[in-house]
């Protein structure tokens, strides 16, 4: 099993990012994928999820309106559009996916900073 994360980096307040995680070795079609974040000394935290099939879709209240999750199941990737990014947005952001609250993978994550 694989999460490959891509597209973080350093972006100026109210710029836009868009990050993709890759994922293999597992029936993408079937979990229910999320983004998490996590900044330094805060706990991980929900950012955005989608459901498997992606009719569904759940944002973290400091980030809706501005961040969109999507899925592409045909090419197992999910994506997080990320817009008027704050500089309390900087964090790891990691990629979840979640078959069950007992089956559930991570990857590695991909730094994002929001900085002038």
């Known amino acids: 099993v694989q999460l490959v994360e891509s597209g973080g980096g350093l972006v100026h307040p109210g710029g836009s990012l868009r990050l993709s995680c890759a994922a293999s070795?597992?029936?993408?079609?079937?979990?229910?994928m999320s983004w998490y974040r996590q900044a330094p000394g805060k706990k991980r935290e929900l950012a955005a999820r989608?459901?498997?099939?992606?009719?569904?879709?759940n944002y973290a209240d400091s980030v809706k309106g501005r961040f969109t999750i999507s899925r592409d199941n045909a090419k197992n990737t999910v994506y997080l559009q990320m817009d008027s990014l704050k500089p309390e947005d900087t964090a790891v952001y990691y990629c979840?996916?979640?078959?069950?609250?007992?089956?559930?993978?991570w990857g590695q994550g991909t730094q994002v900073t929001v900085s002038s």
């Open positions: 979840n996916a979640a078959y069950n609250i007992y089956l559930h993978y």
């Open positions: 989608i459901t498997s099939r992606g009719g569904s879709t």
């Open positions: 070795g597992f029936t993408f079609s079937s979990y229910d």
